[in-house]
């Protein structure tokens, strides 16, 4: 269980991480490889939970039918390198990390907002560093 001192110092060090980088959006993704900083994520996809009934092809690897690429990598987006949404930014990671998955920083160019709430799109997009979460 997160504890207010090690929720407060995550928060302070993704505000200082974005501080002193210089990239025009950040936001957080989960991957539950062992990625490395720099290492470039590819485009996120429209993944589709219901059948569209229209053709589109189901991935049974996912589960989901696949919607086509979107116009970058798909993050859970931080606007602003304040506490308030960096706080926001982290406890809406919390409703789609599960424990075997790795929490990491992210920065790219602002594409697009995503479908779900929260979520943004970057292109070239590029991991900046894992968060202990």
């Known amino acids: 269980m997160k504890n207010y001192e090690m929720i407060q110092a995550t ?3 993704i ?3 974005i501080n002193s980088t210089e990239y025009e959006a950040y936001g957080l993704r989960i991957d539950r490889r062992g990625l490395e900083p720099g290492y470039s994520f590819p485009v996120s996809h ?3 939970q219901d059948d569209p009934e229209d053709g589109t092809p189901y991935d049974p690897e996912t589960g989901y039918w696949n919607g086509g690429e979107l116009a970058g990598t798909s993050v859970i987006g931080i606007s602003y ?3 308030v949404d960096v706080e926001d930014a982290l406890a809406m990671i919390d ?3 599960y424990p075997s998955q790795a ?3 992210v ?3 602002f594409e697009e907002f995503g479908e779900d709430i929260g979520e943004h799109v970057l292109s070239d997009a590029e991991l900046i560093t894992r968060i202990e979460w």
């Open 81 to 83: 390198a304040d506490e």
């Open 46 to 48: 429209r993944l589709l």
């Open 103 to 105: 929490l990491y920083l």
């Open 15 to 17: 505000i200082e991480t």
């Open 11 to 13: 928060i302070n060090a």
């Open 95 to 97: 409703t789609y990390m």
């Open 107 to 109: 920065g790219g160019t």
